[in-house]
């Protein structure tokens, strides 16, 4: 079985990503487990489990007592591609919180439920159970898409969040229709699917390795280690998990997302965004937000998260003290 991965095609492949370290998920089953009052879930000491039986891996570090900045990752990757911010941020004295999505990094690798709707509703099961409030929720890439849907359906008719993030985020839509001109043809996204389901780990090399941190561009200076850590992420989630949220990530429309959402959102973009292109995304998403701003990065990659946290981070951190 072979593919042709068109420069398009891989172009796009690293829709939202963000990856995890590796540890055996089997360990969970040795942990002391708690039960919630409405024993909807259930938590170990780093999973809880939604009432459909998916164990969802998860990160709390920093006091209890500060506020919490909960990070939403991208795909194919998990929590492990938010260290350099979750690191910053611990550093400045801060509750930082990330998980693992369902059939990522170390989370179940369950066959069902890749839709936005289950990934917000499983985000709002770990923030429930932590008691998570006034919390800053920032989402890279499908993550992105992941914070306005849970922000919109979960987060604020709850009086959880304070503020949101959307960074190289995927909203409002990706994929063209009568109604979204701007938008990826199908045939982009179905070369994923083709990718992935021909060579998986040839297919995620060729994406870390090219466009998704612009290490394409002439001139670009090349981590490997970054290429191996991005690689690392993808191949330790589930194929099926990957393949799913590929319609996940590009057929779910959240215009009504954005319209609901009335919490100060930051928007961050960089303008050679080769995954996500900026302007079908955050142009017309901080037109749809209530209390939205939008900031260009010029010539920053999909990956900038990355390859510029040293700008990056410090852009976060004082829209958070804002």
């Given amino acids: 079985m072979t593919y042709d991965l068109s420069r398009r095609q891989t172009l796009i492949a ?27 879930f259930e938590m170990t000491e780093a999973f ?17 007592d500060a506020q919490p900045i909960v990070f939403h990752h991208g795909w194919p990757l998990s929590s492990d591609d938010w260290d ?6 611990v550093q400045h004295g801060y509750r930082v919180v990330a998980h ?24 709002s099961a770990v923030y429930e ?7 800053v929720h920032i989402g890279h890439s499908t993550g992105g898409g992941e914070v306005a849907r849970y922000v919109a359906k979960y987060g604020e008719p709850q009086n959880r969040v304070a503020k949101a993030v959307l960074v190289s985020a ?11 001109p701007g938008g990826l043809p199908m045939d982009v996204f179905d070369g994923l699917r083709n990718g992935l389901a021909a060579n998986r780990a040839q297919f995620y090399l ?19 280690g970054v290429i191996q850590n991005w690689w690392r ?67 920053y990659p999909h990956g900038m998260l990355t390859t510029h946290a040293d700008v990056i981070n410090p852009d976060l951190l004082a829209f958070v003290k804002s």
């Avoid at 809880?48 to 209890?64: C, H, N, Q, S």
């Avoid at 159970?129 to 919390?135: E, G, I, M, V």
Wanted: aromatic share 8%.
């Fill in 233 to 299: 992420q993808g191949m330790i989630g589930g194929a099926k998990a990957h393949y799913d949220g590929i319609k996940a990530f590009s057929e779910t429309d959240q215009t009504e997302d954005l319209k609901k959402i009335t919490v100060p959102t930051l928007v961050m973009h960089g303008d050679d965004d080769q995954i996500v292109p900026i302007d079908d995304a955050a142009r017309l998403s901080v037109k749809l937000l209530k209390n939205g701003t939008l900031k260009v990065y010029p010539g």
């Fill in 206 to 224: 060729d994406v870390a390795s090219g466009p998704f941190y612009g290490f394409n561009r002439d001139g670009a200076k090349v981590y490997p």
């Fill in 129 to 135: 159970h932590l008691n998570l409030k006034n919390a």
């Fill in 14 to 40: 690293g829709a939202a990503v963000s990856f995890s370290m590796f540890v055996p998920v089997a360990d969970a089953a040795d942990k002391k487990r708690t039960t919630d009052n409405n024993g909807e």
């Fill in 48 to 64: 809880v489990k939604t009432k459909d039986g998916v164990e969802l891996y998860f990160k709390d570090w920093g006091p209890k």
């Fill in 170 to 180: 995927v909203p409002p839509l990706m994929l063209k229709t009568e109604s979204n």
């Fill in 100 to 123: 693992d999505r369902r059939g990522h990094g170390r989370s179940s690798q369950v066959a069902d439920g890749h839709t936005m709707d289950q990934y917000a509703a499983d985000a």
């Fill in 84 to 89: 350099a911010q979750m690191l910053f941020f």
